[in-house]
């Protein structure tokens, strides 16, 4: 059978792959997508969205009971973790189709099956139905990335989970250990917790949440604490002991090692990306670490192929991932002031129960490449709508240029502020000064008066603290 040819073939259908190949519809260009599992990907189908509907779950549930605070009565309270589940896997499904819809209403081919690249401009489809080749002058690989796996650590889906198995938990653990206290970790450590399960998070580095401002981690972990978790920081499991009920795990901290009994395990210690079997060496593309090398435009160095989002590397996010893929998109159809996405220009959001956010450079980073800072915080206890939510716990924190007036960095822990980071994004885009942020009027009462105090305790002017 002849090759069919595009313009634009795009391998993966997650939030990198179909935005991509949506943009090329809209601008003319003749697009295909190749999936070989799910429309939407991982972010869809057992990731970013099933995740915030258990999450939501755990959140009323938690709400609940607190009932009395409210004024409100609430008795026999409890879950059904089968019907929570059933929710989640339905909005994912949801969404999924509606990703299947996009394509058919922009005209986008789609053809489901594993691709290889089998020369330049060419990529060859195994289908259920046999082979299928189709060429085109440019080809986007969105392939994306999987759980790591560490040696001895592997999951079997019966004890020892990754993020697909905690979202369809084949029992609701008693005793749970989490190991990596990244967003994944923390998110399914968050949600268990509140359903009632005794939990352990373990991270190799000196603080949880590493990558968010110390502050931001510090407070996290007292919070975590207070609802019962148990942190340990500086350790690493070094095995584990399986049995049909139950795990031991070995964990080495300050040089001793310690064991515990605990019957389920969700190991979250990072990602690899899906660069096997793609043809991507025989190429001439270099892979580093299981990630694509790329230019700031996602050029992989052979001519007309391009790698984008999770399998080009950090910071893996769904956000970064469909930005990339318009930007490529855009170069490709020949569109003038196509900017590069900059990583410190993407915000992480983690939804745990406080939520925590951030932009930009951390205080330390901030200082680090040699910034004199000017740093402004502002707590949640000083807010009226964070009071009269019953959410006063958490802070909002705000990095300047001292020289400049820049905003460098906002981090934020507290209920909602995976929605109030936006504004902070918007600000850092437009270039704005602290006099900017300080003259803009914030609605009373909402919570984003705090980004407005906490802009202004960094200049010595907060009225409500």
């Not at 905690?166 to 949600?191: D, Y």
């Not at 990072?270 to 660069?275: A, E, L, M, P, R």
Request: include cysteine; hydrophobic fraction near 40%; charged fraction near 25%.
């Amino acid at each position: 059978m002849a090759a069919r040819t595009f313009d634009v073939v795009v391998i993966g259908a997650g939030p990198g792959g179909y935005v991509a190949a949506i943009r090329a519809a809209q601008l003319g260009l003749k697009a295909c997508i190749v999936e070989r599992e799910h429309m939407g990907g991982i972010c869809l189908n057992w990731g970013c969205i099933p995740t915030k509907a258990m999450l939501r779950s755990s959140e009323v549930f938690h709400l609940m009971h607190r009932a009395k605070e409210f004024g409100l009565k609430a008795e026999g309270v409890g879950y059904d973790l089968d019907a929570v589940v059933k929710r989640s896997r339905g909005v994912a499904k949801q969404l999924a189709s509606g990703v299947g819809h996009l394509m058919k209403k922009n005209k986008v081919e789609v053809v489901m099956g594993e691709a290889t690249l089998t020369a330049k401009g060419k990529v060859s489809v195994k289908t259920d139905k046999g082979t299928e080749e189709l060429q085109a002058k440019n080809i986007i690989v969105a392939t994306g990335a999987r759980a790591r796996e560490l040696p001895g650590l592997e999951a079997d889906g019966k004890r020892v989970w990754t993020y697909k198995h905690a979202l369809q938990p084949p029992h609701m653990p008693k005793k749970l250990l989490v190991i990596g206290s990244g967003a994944i970790g923390i998110e399914f450590a968050s949600f268990y917790n509140t359903l009632g399960a005794e939990t352990t998070v373990v991270e190799v580095m000196d603080r949880i949440l590493p990558i968010e401002d110390a502050e931001v981690s510090a407070f996290a972990k007292k919070a975590f604490e207070k609802q019962g978790m148990k942190i340990l920081q500086k350790a690493t499991v070094k095995k584990l002991d399986r049995s049909d009920d139950k795990v031991t795990a070995h964990i080495e901290m300050d040089g001793k090692t310690e064991t515990i009994e605990v019957d389920t395990v969700i190991s979250a210690v990072g990602i690899v990306g899906n660069v096997e079997g793609l043809g991507l060496e025989e190429l001439g593309v270099k892979v580093e670490r299981t990630h694509v090398v790329t230019d700031a435009y996602c050029r992989t160095g052979v001519d007309g192929l391009y790698a984008i989002g999770d399998i080009a590397g950090a910071p893996w996010l769904a956000h970064k991932a469909s930005h990339e893929g318009v930007m490529v998109v855009e170069l490709i159809a020949g569109k003038n002031k196509v900017h590069p996405v900059k990583p410190q220009e993407i915000a992480g959001c983690t939804y745990c129960q406080p939520q925590v956010a951030s932009v930009g450079y951390t205080e330390a980073k901030a200082k680090e490449l040699g910034f004199q800072v000017k740093v402004g915080k502002f707590p949640f206890i000083g807010n009226g709508k964070a009071i009269a939510l019953g959410e006063a716990e958490g802070f909002i924190k705000t990095v300047f240029d001292e020289k400049t007036g820049e905003l460098l960095g906002a981090h934020m822990v507290g209920a909602e502020v995976t929605e109030l980071i936006q504004g902070y994004i918007v600000a850092r885009k437009l270039e704005t000064t602290e006099e900017d942020l300080i003259e803009t009027v914030f609605p009373h009462p909402t919570l984003s008066e705090m980004m407005h105090e906490s802009v202004l305790d960094a200049y010595g002017r907060a009225v409500h603290f």
